[in-house]
């Protein structure tokens, strides 16, 4: 038995974590799980490493693991070498391969010259430029334009650049660190258009470089707020400052929400990865709900600390919520109400506006509280489904 083509694993303090050639990751708390490695470097049978693994369900985990495609037996099965189809549609949304490639040439090319001194020099240039324009407030004159849907669509054609950016760095980053982004996607995530990249293999990498990892679309987020506060300040044209300005201050919000380690997004991989505890977030959920629920047994594996975490990260992440829809009015009411009091075509691109917005805080509240209420701990879970 050997490991599958293309898994990439590392030993975690929980377990063995496991990235699986299908977009997938794997904690195994086995008792024994940290020796895997070593078995396989044998070559046993099915038998032998079910044997040398021992401990409960030994035979059943290989199985599963097997028909799981982590492990292979290639005494019995040749390598796989099926091209995977480059475009997927999957239940987060529609999927490509290929982004790989340029992520692989930017972390060789591009990102060098963004590390060297000149290179941090102009970006820091590039940011306190950008906080001082914030500072300075919004610029005088109009917030909408004469054509409100232009505003909109070209506000949202940015917006979705920008988030392409940021997970596109997330790509880099892995590139740089010797991993690989297997797919890219557009679709819906808590409700909200998004795009995103497959980041499982991150899971792998040693804890300062997962962290980085984590965060590599926020560096990236923060330059662009700042550029586009820097156009809202300079710009002459009513549509680009308007435009500029609304996103560069949604861009803060969003960042502070991705940072905040309390949703399932960058801030709170970060703090897993920093933890080493890769299914935090659902595991502190968990241990919420059997706290709620009296129940009196409890895993001596689980932090004391853990269940309030789960408690910490409901109730501010419903607070965050709220309070991004409330600065999303404060910052394009204006817009929303130039757009629900013109014609017919500007109330449908007001709809295309604010449905994903009021879907995403809808759906994120949701998620939130079903996952404390049917929260269900597996040791063999899958904590990278949402690293995205």
Partial sequence: MQFALGVEWRVSKRGLVIAGVDGDAMLLEHPRAAVLPGLLAANPNATELAERLGGPNSTRLVEEMTQAGILRDPAVEAPSAATPRRVTVTRSGVEVTGIDRPAQWCARHVLPLLVSWPGRILIGAVVVSGIWSLLMGRPAGPTVSARPWVDAL???????????????AHSVALAHYGRRSRRAGFGFYWGAVSFYVDSTEAMTLPRRARVIQALAGLAVDVVTICLLAMIAQVAT????????????????????????????????????????????????????????????????????????????????????????????????????????????????????????????????????????????????????????
């Avoid at 070209?154 to 596109?168: D, M, R, T, V, Y």
């Avoid at 789960?310 to 409330?326: D, K, N, P, Q, R």
């Avoid at 009015?329 to 449905?355: K, R, S």
Wanted: hydrophobic share 55%.
């Fill in 154 to 168: 070209l506000g949202f054609a940015i917006g979705l650049g920008c988030s392409a950016l940021h997970e596109f």
């Fill in 237 to 388: 044209s009513t549509l680009l400052t308007a435009v500029a300005w609304r996103l560069a201050v949604l861009g803060v919000v969003d960042v502070v929400a991705n940072l905040a380690p309390i949703l399932r997004v960058d801030g709170h991989w970060a703090l897993a990865d920093l933890l080493d505890e890769p299914d935090l977030g659902s595991r502190a959920r968990s241990a919420l709900g059997d706290l709620l629920r009296r129940r009196r047994r409890r895993d001596p594996m689980t932090p004391a600390w853990l269940p309030w975490y789960g408690a910490i990260s409901l109730t501010c992440g419903v607070g965050l919520l709220a309070a991004s829809a409330w600065v999303f009015w404060w910052a394009a009411a204006d817009l929303v109400i130039a757009l629900f009091t013109g014609n017919l075509a500007e109330i449908v691109v007001g709809v295309l506006l604010v449905a994903p917005i009021v879907a995403s805080v809808l759906f994120s509240t949701l998620g939130l509280l079903l996952e404390v209420v049917l929260s269900r701990h597996a040791l063999t879970d899958d904590p990278a489904t949402a690293r995205r």
